[in-house]
Nanobody, 119 residues
């Protein structure tokens, strides 16, 4: 059974940091590019960051560039998103998603983890 399970969210003060994780199982993790998305209250799904299967390529949305870092541990089948200098507008449910190399659609999605940035 394929699973993507996010963890590590919570309440963070503005300017603070948090790292969220996505534990993968049931598929060959290193064969999949992985992305982070987020959905803020009353807003649509927003792409945040992507990392390729080997971990050498990353890209970020302009809204998080320079503050967020995506990484992966293929030996441990885990994806990470380090979020620094957090702003209230970063408040959202964060989702990880997996897409096989060369595919145009995401095959697997996690259930999401809430990150709330507030004083």
């Amino acid at each position: 059974e394929v699973q993507l399970v996010e963890s590590g969210g919570g309440l963070v003060q503005p300017g603070g940091s948090v790292r969220v994780s996505c534990a993968a199982s049931g598929f060959t993790f290193s064969d999949y590019g992985m992305s982070w998305f987020r959905r803020a209250p009353e807003k649509g799904l927003e792409w945040v960051a992507v990392i390729n299967g080997g971990g050498a390529f990353t890209a970020y949305a302009d809204s998080v560039k320079g503050r967020f870092t995506v990484s992966r541990d293929n030996a441990g089948n885990t994806l990470y998103l380090q979020m620094n200098s957090l702003k209230p507008e970063d408040t959202a449910v964060y989702y990880c998603a997996g897409r096989r190399a060369g595919s145009t659609k995401y095959d697997y999605w996690g259930q999401g983890t809430q990150v709330t940035v507030s004083s």
